[in-house]
């Protein structure tokens, strides 16, 4: 497998802690603090590259930026979304010799990977396919994700099944939901979870 530095520098700047269909994600002049926490991503995904990789990957910024501004003039689709990762999922292919030393170990990305695309990317994808409302929060949603995907990772299972049962308590008891984002999270998050310990095990 190769280094995918550029690839997750992308996609935790976009939706790790954000929500690319909110307001002030898409507003102009908010989008200084979002430059500032997507320099801050690809700068410690990729300081410890040589000269030429460090150019690549201020150049990779600079793409990311420009995408930024496309969004923010036309809006968040998922075609837009998916293009532009695996743009920098092919980009991140060349670039794989000026990773190999990479204090971010390639089994380690994978893992970062997993656990992103179970909790944040998950709660982009419960959005777009209306589960949850464009721009609303999936603060617990993520945090019980979260909590599986570490959980089952780790061969936990009981304590996967208590993460699971403790966000259904939260959720109805604390924040009075019986939505069906309840149980779709739930299936989502344990299933990804499972799949991403068995890609994880391939890698051994």
Do not use: C
């Not at 990773?99 to 990317?121: A, K, M, V």
């Not at 308590?169 to 991403?196: N, Q």
Request: proline share 1%; hydrophobic share 50%; net charge positive.
């Amino acid at each position: 497998m190769f280094q995918i530095n550029l690839f997750l520098s992308h996609l935790i700047s976009d939706f790790a802690f954000s929500d690319v269909y909110s307001k002030d994600f898409l507003d102009k002049k908010n989008y200084y603090k979002h430059m500032i926490w997507a320099a801050v991503v690809f700068f410690i995904f990729n300081f410890d590259t040589n000269n030429l990789g460090k150019l690549f990957a201020v150049l990779a910024f600079l793409i990311h930026v420009a995408l930024d501004f496309f969004r923010i003039k036309k809006g968040s689709t998922l075609l837009f979304e998916t293009i532009s990762s695996l743009s920098f999922l092919i980009l991140s292919i060349p670039m794989n010799n000026y990773y190999l030393d990479s204090y971010i170990s390639n089994p380690f990305q994978i893992y970062i990977l997993g656990l992103l695309i179970t909790t944040s990317i998950g709660s982009y994808i419960f959005r777009t396919f209306n589960i949850l409302p464009k721009g609303k929060k999936d603060t617990t949603g993520t945090s019980e994700r979260l909590a599986v995907f570490i959980f089952i990772m780790a061969h936990q299972y009981i304590l996967a099944l208590i993460a699971i049962i403790a966000g259904i308590i939260y959720k109805m008891l604390f924040e009075k939901r019986k939505d069906k984002e309840i149980i779709y999270s739930i299936i989502y998050g344990t299933a990804l979870s499972f799949i991403w310990m068995l890609i994880m095990g391939g890698l051994k």
